[in-house]
């Protein structure tokens, strides 16, 4: 027999370790239908039993607040599941259990799995779960997703669950229920129990009663019956009325079924006591963050990288070209070979630093300081637009493109990652030192070091002022609500670490790989051929250095209106560390300080500071944009994206050589 389970719960409540431990390595990876957010589906066999289970994104309620509250409900309503298996953590089981009363509401069979009950022992209480199943009437088991402890109990729960039933709540609330059910009786959408849709009615969900296409008179005798309840409840809202029927119900289910002793300080708060400190909290982040900066993009990092960079270089290219030499293959499909291998070499270097940093991630998250972090950068990042998460993926963005557009994927709301993504490019990579660092030396010698530092905080400054931009026009109706949830510490599980950061970093090598191996070939039959197909020598004669012509003349006005400069910067869209050596190749030089006497020549320092806010600001390299168009799962948002940032660095660029001419 094959059924349907969707795994549904709150954020941090142990929902990915649950689903990884019952699904191991039978798993699906992708992406809800429209959205960019994260949809996993695994399956696992007991007896003759083959179990489908979704992992739904971590919500707080099935009121449409979030993109993630629409894809779970959504899957709940129109998927119809056999059964719901509802993870509750049991630290937190109050705010949990609202959740559960919704889900209830529905009608679906359903199991509720207690996690992190082994955590309670230590703080001295006590949950009677033979009197919460009775008084849900739902199969509730105590499960611990960490270590494994009762699995076997929650799979017979699974396979052997077919009972359904609702709630009842105090009899003033389901007088008032029953009579809007009444209403409803006329909109014939019989597939989910009447309970859910009254209460949602009852709440004044926009999207339920837009769905039932009621009637005006029916709209005011909902409007009625939703004030009524409202004076019952003492409450000037519909929706805290709401709120506070299902929490006094909960808190009464809790007199019944836990037991507490005398409160303490836990160890977490001792924690949050510095962490979370006035003043303490963002130093302790900034060392944090420093630390992960220097593993990952430092000597660890860089070595690995080095060493990954040495075995395809060293190892792979130089025996397979030789071993084609020796079979007489044709020059030009050694290059090609050869081209191939260094495009596909630039990917597979980034997976050291990559698996690090997702490490790392994984790390912090898994402990709870994520949501610590999230919390010290709210207020500064909200002023642009952003909440605090968006402060990890843009800090990244100093080390590399890569990495940092993918580690967006922290942020929860669609909108907020889309806009992290279209800034995280005007943080100043490693990649494009070599640029700063070539026309700073030639142009600033004895200020290289501050026209080098001036490049970094001209990117700050841009990103902080175009995320203005995009809050009040682009995203200005898109800003969602940011909950703050500050779980206890916990000592994250090295199995489920070592999972998510295989899982982070293999979507990179598929996706990512298989996107640079095709520009890749692009770009090399671009720089080989003319438009007539004709192979040719001259790069000024390919269809890539005709391109360059054309483009040159729209860069007159930022002072380097030069065909080199042009495929120097289309060059650098595969890597922005070719953009010195395709330089030298352009200008026919044989070293740098050949290619430091041609550029004193066609460069001014107006000019050499314009391309080089150029390079800062225009479109990331190939590796970035196949991140990006991974992340936002749309290669139209991808190739805005792009038109975007060339926009902004033209845009600047321009101001820049301006006012520069007028003191240099």
């Known amino acids: 027999m094959n059924f349907k389970v969707a795994l549904a719960g709150n954020p941090n409540s142990g929902k990915t370790t649950l689903f990884n431990r019952l699904t191991g390595s039978k798993q699906h990876v992708g992406n809800w239908p429209g959205v960019t957010i994260e949809k996993k589906e ?17 919500i707080y309620s099935m009121s449409v607040y979030s993109m993630e509250e629409i894809v779970a409900r959504d899957f709940i309503m129109d998927e119809h599941p056999d059964l719901i298996l509802n993870i509750v953590d049991g630290t937190n089981i109050e705010r949990n259990l609202y959740l559960s009363l919704q889900l209830k509401e529905l009608g679906i069979p359903m199991v509720i799995a207690v996690n992190m009950l082994d955590e309670l022992k230590g703080k001295g209480i006590t949950i009677d779960l033979k009197q919460l199943s009775a008084l849900l009437d739902t199969p509730v088991v105590a499960i611990s997703a960490k270590n494994g402890s009762g699995m076997a109990e929650l799979i017979h729960e699974l396979v052997h669950n077919t009972h359904s039933s609702v709630l009842d709540y105090d009899p003033a609330t389901e007088t008032i229920l029953k009579q809007i059910s009444v209403i409803r009786e006329a909109c014939q959408h019989d597939h989910v129990h009447d309970k859910f849709y009254a209460m949602k009615m009852l709440e004044n969900d926009e999207a339920i009663v837009r769905d039932l296409r009621m009637s005006d008179a029916q709209l005011d005798e909902l409007h009625a019956l939703q004030k009524q309840f409202c004076d019952q409840r003492g409450q000037q809202e519909i929706d805290m009325a709401v709120a506070d029927m299902r929490y006094s119900l909960i808190e009464a289910m809790m007199k019944q079924c836990v037991k507490k002793r005398e409160s303490e300080t836990s160890v977490s708060d001792r924690i949050d006591m510095i962490v979370t400190n006035k003043y303490l909290g963002i130093p302790v982040f900034f060392l944090i963050l420093f630390l992960m900066f220097i593993v990952t993009f430092g000597p660890i990092g860089e070595g690995l990288k080095g060493w990954v960079e040495m075995l395809i270089n060293d190892v792979l290219a130089e025996n397979l070209l030789a071993a084609l030499a020796s079979m007489s293959v044709a020059p030009w499909a050694l290059d090609l070979v050869n081209t191939v291998i260094g495009g596909g070499g630039s990917v597979l270097s980034f997976m050291p630093q990559i698996m690090l940093l997702f490490l790392f991630l994984s790390v912090l998250e898994d402990s709870g300081y994520m949501s610590r972090a999230a919390f010290l950068m709210d207020g500064m990042l909200r002023k642009i637009g952003l909440n605090g998460k968006a402060f990890i993926p843009m800090l990244m963005g100093f080390g590399c493109t890569v990495p940092a557009v993918m580690a967006s994927r922290v942020l ?49 400054l841009v990103a902080v002022g175009c995320g203005f931009l995009l809050r009040h026009t682009v995203f200005k109706d898109n800003e969602s609500t940011f909950i703050l949830e500050l779980p206890p510490y916990r000592i994250p599980s090295f199995q489920v670490t070592m999972i998510h950061m295989w899982q982070k970093a293999k979507g990179f090598l598929i996706k990512a790989g298989t996107i640079i191996f095709s520009m890749t070939v692009l770009l090399w039959v671009l720089t080989n051929f003319s438009f007539t197909l004709q192979p040719v020598t001259d790069p000024t004669s390919s269809i890539l250095g005709t391109v360059g012509r054309l483009i040159a003349p729209l860069l007159i006005p930022l002072g380097f209106g030069h065909w080199q400069s042009a495929i120097a910067l289309i060059s650098g869209l595969i890597a922005k560390e070719s953009v010195v050596s395709s330089m030298a190749v352009m200008y026919n030089v044989g070293n740098v300080s050949q290619l430091s006497g041609v550029l004193t020549s066609v460069f001014t320092p107006a000019s050499a500071i314009a391309f080089m806010t150029f390079v800062l600001l225009y479109a990331p390299c190939v590796a970035a944009i196949s991140a990006i168009h991974s992340e936002a799962g749309s290669w139209k948002y991808t190739l805005k994206s792009m038109g975007f940032q060339i926009s902004v660095a033209y845009c600047v660029s321009f101001v820049v050589y301006h006012v520069v001419s007028l003191f240099i």
């Open 412 to 460: 929860e709301h669609e909108q907020d990652r889309k806009m992290t993504i279209l800034l995280i490019p005007f943080m100043s990579c490693g990649a494009k030192l070599p640029v700063y660092a070539l026309f700073a030396g030639i142009f600033f010698p004895e200020h290289s070091g501050i026209a080098i530092f001036s490049m970094y905080v001209l990117g700050i």
């Open 42 to 58: 695994g399956s696992f066999q007991i007896e003759e039993h083959e179990i489908t289970l979704v992992d739904l994104p971590g």
